[in-house]
């Protein structure tokens, strides 16, 4: 006798998988595959595998990757492309960090807020190599006062912390030589390395005078210029916890004071002291800039560089010897601000200051240096005094160095050259958002350093 058709019905049932259960097991494999980098990137510790042990400290692992959630569409970013007709726009999926704001995750307050979207707005396409990028800077503008700098013809980057370690990892020291314009732009790399908005272009340490240091303060008010942070030694000694660079593998970022030529035997003495007596196991990296003092006199400029470049020579002779490096960066000043004393404009003011850009670039390849003009990226910006750039500019200018330092061919950190590319595209994903959005880029890094 058969069943009946309810009996039926419900024995079925049971011999077939249930559809919830089915719909929770295909859930579940979702999610343990986004859990899945697309990349597959190795472990920090694997990256470093086939780095010979004697450079163990050199290959201290980086800081942990920026987890700042992507703005709007950012994995597969659309930006215009300046090479194409107005009003085209390409994907670029390897620009998806300079789409972020690098400032998320800083120190910042109201009272101390900025956007690094506020100073930089990324396009296409990249600069190819360090001559363009350097030209491309130099010869920017903006579509308003403080609007975003925007490079001439190709693109800057705009580095995030964990590749600002990474290029500073490169060198044993960067130094930074002249006027108090020089001052603000090491407090501004410090303030990258610090990700601080409040405090990172500042020392607490040092006496201080009434004034409100913080935030724009540091680089702004002239009674807090004597407590900008311009030594990263300095830093690591009296407050190591706010660097987020490893002090074992990374760069001495170190500002010297020479003002006006000529300089005095103090003066130069004060640099000889503090110039490492051995050759670092890594290259240095030296950024000049100079001009005010002297009221923009090119000759004077000339003699001021040959004083340098002469110690420099004399007490780190290997900076010139056989195999050695001696990478050298100008700086020009600021254009002048409406705030400039009028008994200033004559001598340094707007025109005189692009002159002497000109004639700075005139005499770049007599003393094999490069040049990295800041008329064009200041002429459009806020100035406190006139003279100096503010916070805004000087963080500018503190990327326009580092897009410079991380096109010195050669000048990859030595770990890379011990692991294979495949190691240092792993170790790049890791600093990235897990490894496809960056794609391209990586890919671009990698054929550059190999």
Request: charged share 25%.
């Amino acid at each position: 006798m058969s069943s009946p058709p309810a009996m039926l019905s419900h024995a079925n049932r049971r011999k077939r998988p249930s559809r919830m259960l089915l719909v929770l097991g295909t859930v579940l494999v979702l999610c343990i595959l986004t859990l899945i980098p697309s990349s597959n990137p190795a472990s920090v510790d694997r990256i470093w595998k086939n780095v010979n042990p004697s450079r163990a400290r050199e290959c201290m692992p980086f800081p942990k990757p920026n987890q700042q959630p992507l703005v709007g569409n950012a994995k597969t970013p659309m930006l215009r492309d300046v090479t194409k007709p107005a009003g085209t726009v390409v994907a670029a999926p390897h620009r998806a960090l300079d789409v972020q704001d690098s400032f998320a995750k800083y120190r910042r307050t109201d009272k101390c807020f900025l956007s690094s979207l506020e100073l930089h707005e990324p396009f296409e396409p990249l600069c190819p190599d360090r001559k363009s990028v350097l030209r491309a800077m130099s010869d920017g503008g903006r579509a308003g006062q403080n609007a975003p700098y925007v490079p001439r013809g190709c693109d800057m980057r705009w580095y995030t912390t964990e590749e600002v370690c990474e290029i500073m990892s490169r060198f044993s020291y960067v130094w930074t030589v002249g006027d108090s314009l020089m001052r603000h732009v090491t407090s501004a790399i410090h303030l990258l390395m610090r990700e601080d908005l409040i405090e990172g272009g500042y020392t607490k340490w040092r006496p201080n005078s009434s004034q409100d240091c913080t935030c724009r303060g540091a680089s702004e008010n002239g009674a807090c210029f004597a407590n900008e942070a311009w030594s990263s030694r300095e830093i690591w000694d009296e407050d190591p916890k706010s660097m987020h660079c490893p002090k074992e593998s990374t760069a001495r970022l170190e500002y010297t004071v020479h003002n006006k030529y000529p300089l005095d035997d103090d003066n130069l003495n004060g640099y000889r002291l503090i110039m490492p007596k051995a050759a670092p196991p890594k290259p240095m990296a030296f950024i000049f800039g100079h001009g005010l003092w002297n009221d923009l006199k090119i000759e004077d400029t000339r003699g001021w560089f040959e004083q340098i470049d002469k110690l420099i020579r004399k007490e780190m002779p290997w900076v010139t010897a056989e195999g050695g490096s001696y990478p050298k960066l100008f700086m020009t000043p600021n254009a002048g601000g409406v705030n400039k004393p009028a008994n200033f404009q004559d001598a340094q003011g707007n025109y005189a200051v692009m002159r002497f850009e000109w004639a700075v670039e005139s005499i770049a390849a007599e003393y094999d240096f490069e040049v990295a003009g800041t008329v064009n990226m200041t002429v459009q910006s806020d100035s406190p005094d006139g003279t100096h750039a503010g916070r805004r500019a000087d963080l500018i200018k503190a990327q326009m160095i580092l897009n410079w330092l991380d096109r010195l061919e050669g000048r990859q950190h030595p770990c890379w050259a011990e692991a294979n590319s495949k190691n240092r595209r792993a170790h790049l994903a890791t600093i990235g958002d897990g490894g496809s959005i960056t794609a391209a880029f990586l890919d671009m890094q990698v054929m550059q350093s190999t």
